[in-house]
């Protein structure tokens, strides 16, 4: 598979350094990345990491890219993509985060790449999947949004859930790391409580995951409400949820749930241990459900916990939907 990345932010950033330390990414040639920050800066930004630690090899800015553990990658900063780097990539990594038109969609579509996945929401795309949820209606989409990182854990857990147990009614909560988009310091934003300092207040606001759900799965969305606080903490997010089941729960429910997610091991994981946040740091998964956090009411009622690492899952996310949509085009 041969892509390229546009944007080389924390996205961009977390897939690279997956191709490079992860097993089972040898298939992967990156052609090119596109970035309009300085070389220098993006050598130093891939290197040495806040969330992840410094990488266990050198990383030197070279004329026309970065040398990485030996292995030289070409990096241009086009304001638009072009070149043969890009006409011949299966899939073009749309993750500047600044898809606001179709124009700026097909982008990578105009430079002669066979296929386009934005790494977010988008209203451009031409459908938005999440693995583990809805891949089977990718067909022949050219242009693709891999969703949100909080749909990327909800849509996959309460479709099995729904699947297993049928699901009336949902509330979800995700307790998100702040991000980019908030101030370090109170500052104006369009969102006032996002206008806060980010690192000092847990901000109640809004998320796109609801729009996104029932974009997703339109049935179970429509019945499926959202709501985000963002925390203090610099990476891993969590998801709190009430659901309303339609079928009464029996036995031991932590068994039930752990059987009925172990057909997704790649997507949904378990735990059993009392973990905190820190220790889900670099987990592949969408979600990780922490099964000592799983509560009943009555026999309809169930509450579930899980973490997800919103850059690291995401992004290993972002390259399983990339092979699928380039071994479509084999």
Not at 11 to 16: A, E, F, P, Q, S
Not at 105 to 128: C, N
Request: glycine residues 8%; proline residues 5%; contains cysteine.
């Amino acid at each position: 598979m041969r892509i390229v990345i546009n944007g080389f932010g924390r996205i961009g950033r977390t897939i690279l350094r997956q191709i490079l330390t992860q097993p089972g990414h040898s298939d992967i040639d990156v052609a090119l990345i596109n970035d309009i920050a300085p070389l220098e800066t993006c050598a130093y930004l891939f290197k040495y990491d806040s969330t992840f630690g410094p990488l266990p090899f050198d990383v030197i800015a070279e004329e026309g890219g970065l040398r990485i553990d030996g292995k030289f990658i070409r990096f241009s900063a086009l304001d638009q993509l072009s070149g043969t780097e890009v006409a011949a990539a299966d899939v073009v990594l749309e993750c500047t985060g600044k898809v606001h038109s179709r124009a700026s969609a097909e982008r990578g579509l105009k430079a002669g790449a066979g296929a386009v996945l934005i790494s977010g929401p988008s209203g451009f795309a031409d459908t938005t999947i999440v693995m583990g949820a809805n891949e089977q209606s990718l067909g022949d989409a050219r242009i693709v949004s891999n969703s949100s990182c909080t749909t990327n854990a909800i849509a996959p857990m309460l479709n099995v859930i729904n699947s297993k147990f049928g699901i009336a009614r949902a509330h979800v909560t995700t307790i998100h790391c702040y991000t980019s988009s908030q101030p370090m310091v109170d500052a104006p934003r369009g969102d006032l409580a996002r206008s806060r300092a980010g690192a000092e207040s847990m901000v109640p606001t809004t998320t796109s995951a609801a729009k996104e759900l029932e974009k997703v799965l339109p049935d179970l969305g429509a019945r499926t409400s959202v709501a985000a606080v963002r925390v203090p903490s610099l990476s891993v997010s969590a998801i709190d949820a009430t659901l309303q089941l339609d079928k009464p729960l029996s036995g031991d429910v932590v068994d039930a749930l752990r059987t009925a997610v172990a057909g997704l091991p790649a997507i949904i994981g378990t735990t059993d241990d009392p973990c905190v946040s820190r220790d889900m740091r670099g987990r592949a998964e969408s979600l990780i459900l922490a099964l000592p956090e799983v509560q009943t009411i009555g026999d309809t009622q169930l509450r579930i916990f899980g973490w997800y690492d919103n850059e690291w899952g995401f992004s290993a996310r972002m390259i399983d939907m990339a092979r699928r949509m380039a071994n479509r085009q084999a």
